[in-house]
């Protein structure tokens, strides 16, 4: 039996389980957050989680642009279900118009890179080598410091 003013041993992690989204601005600052860990796991060279988590941040910051729009079907669906980064850009109409756009052409580029990631690379024991990661890298500041100044 738990001490009187005490946590259980596990209720943190139920905690964190039962959270529950209320604002778009949670889904930009987990964003945030999963961005620090890749700036650490960067500087590290660890580049299989680099860009496992790198994923989150553009899917996050996607899902803060769908947020007011949660009770249409389609949105729901692809906020609690999806995790493909095409089909988030895409719920964002005007994100996606904009990110077409010859002026950003560059950024529609590394985004398309960066759509063929899934949260299912999570299993694959292959590394990345260090020249494909510092790429991945480059795209994922490049599209993440676009879409910031957009969210």
Known sequence: MPKRGRRSAGSWLRELAC??????SQFREKSSQWFSDVVFLQKHERWSPLI?????????LLKSVLWPRRNEPRMRQLLWRSHDLMELLAG????????????????WSAFEFLASWTVRIRYNPKRPSTDDARAYWQRLTEVRRWLLGRV
């Open 19 to 24: 959270f529950a989204i209320t604002r778009p």
């Open 52 to 60: 496992y988590l790198g994923g989150f941040v553009i899917e996050c």
């Open 92 to 107: 964002c109409t005007a994100l996606d118009a904009e990110i077409r756009k010859p002026a950003f052409a560059g950024v």
